[in-house]
């Protein structure tokens, strides 16, 4: 008999999270109060001049047609001079920036635009799990570059095959890092721009984690790059920025003939995203940088106490200047059965390391997305288990 599913959804990865998941319910049925330090989903609120920005958008029937595909003027507008003031990066509102419903939308259709079928595709592991399953759907092959503790979480260019690199279309990047909270310098992107150039690579870098910085760190973008424009794309998100993941709201920047190719995808298969949302975010961009300053120390004040606990109760941790992910070793290495333990006895959820691919066995991650108490209780009971 024919399969109902197409093959592309047999060969994704298993869902590891599910045995999690099914776990995480069977304990809290038992009564315990579960901590769930699993997800990276902001738990504070969007600031109210975003919520009161929507609700005046929404009151405005002119917003209630068909959006421009590639996205509002205005809020194209809005992102270039993001990019300008935060970065120095200079972009064409028209033809280098496409608003994106979340960069992950984003991520998976440029897959779609840049990726012939059989492209070995090189992807970053651990890592967040679009780029893989994008490549995936497109047809690639994802060829993993493991990010390493020795190597401060960066992909090592001079361990990729030359045959490899040679062949391969697209090279992703994600810096600030989820899972791992590592971050990249310039030097860094100079020498992903360097290397895409000697093997003729398309960039997709993943910056959705960009503004979420600590300690006086501004992360780069790759943009900042000479010869950046020429081949790199990058993705940028205002779901942790301002706490909108709800509201699906990104852009992609960078070179236009990659902005443009994601645009096409975009033209024939959603149709770009709801204005009074995107007038939302021109109000987010326009926030006083106090209003960022505020939502960004609550997780320099979380960081502070996890590393803290976690140091206490004798685990290694590394320092963490962006991102809200703690990444860290797991005593014995199987990052599950780790997890597992810690949910079955201690009633703490955690997303073990290899759910962000193989590399990432032997680590677990905490997401910094509960206030303080309840992180508090958590390296609590972390101690004393
Ligand atoms: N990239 C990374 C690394 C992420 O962690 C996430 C969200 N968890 C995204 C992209 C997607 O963000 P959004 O679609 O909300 O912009």
């Known amino acids: 008999m024919r399969s109902i599913q197409a093959q592309r959804l047999t060969c994704l990865p298993p869902y590891l999270f599910a045995e999690l998941d099914r776990r995480r319910k069977e304990v809290a049925a038992r009564g315990v109060d579960v901590i769930d330090l699993g997800i990276g989903d902001p738990d ?30 205005e809020f194209r507008e809005a992102a270039a001079r993001y990019m300008k003031d935060r970065f ?19 991520l998976a259709h440029a897959a779609l635009a840049m990726i012939e079928v059989d492209d070995p595709v090189l992807i970053p592991s651990p890592g967040y799990p679009v780029y893989r ?38 090279l992703y990047l994600n810096y600030p890092n989820n899972p791992t909270g590592a971050v990249a310098d310039e030097a860094f992107f100079r020498r992903a721009i360097d290397f ?33 424009m020429s081949r790199a794309a990058e993705f940028h998100s205002l779901s942790k920025t301002f706490n909108m993941t709800g509201w699906r709201l990104g852009f992609v920047a960078g070179n236009a003939e990659i902005v443009g190719a994601v645009g096409r995808i975009k033209t024939n298969v959603d149709s770009g995203v709801f204005n009074a949302i995107q007038r ?34 004798g685990f290694t941790v590394f320092d963490l ?25 201690t009633g703490v ?25 309840r992180l508090a209780a958590a390296m609590d009971r972390i101690l004393r288990h």
């Open 44 to 73: 504070l609120p969007t600031p109210a001049p975003v919520v009161e920005a929507l609700i005046e958008a929404v009151r405005d029937p002119s917003t209630h047609r068909y959006p421009s595909y590639q996205g509002m003027r």
């Open 88 to 106: 120095g990066v200079t972009l064409d509102p028209e033809t280098e920036i496409c608003t994106l419903i979340g960069s992950k939308e984003g």
């Open 133 to 170: 399953i994008g490549t995936i759907f497109a047809g690639g092959r994802p060829v993993i570059m493991p990010l390493r503790a020795e190597n401060g979480f960066l992909p090592d260019f001079s361990a990729i095959l030359v045959d490899t690199a040679a062949r391969a279309s697209v």
């Open 196 to 228: 895409a150039e000697t093997h003729d690579l398309t960039v997709l870098h993943d910056a959705a984690y960009a503004d979420v910085c600590f300690d006086g760190y501004r992360a780069p973008s790759i943009l900042q790059i000479p010869g950046a």
């Open 280 to 313: 939302a975010g021109i109000a987010a961009f326009a926030l006083p940088q106090t209003a960022k300053d505020e939502i960004v120390s609550v997780y320099r004040r979380r960081r502070d106490l996890v590393l803290a606990g976690l140091r206490k109760a």
């Open 321 to 345: 200047h962006a991102t809200f992910y703690v990444w860290f070793p797991v005593p014995g290495g199987d990052s599950r059965e780790f997890c597992t333990r810690l949910l079955e006895e």
């Open 349 to 373: 959820v955690i997303t073990p390391g290899i759910g962000f691919g193989e590399a990432g066995e032997g680590y677990a991650r905490i997401a910094l997305c509960q206030p303080e108490d």
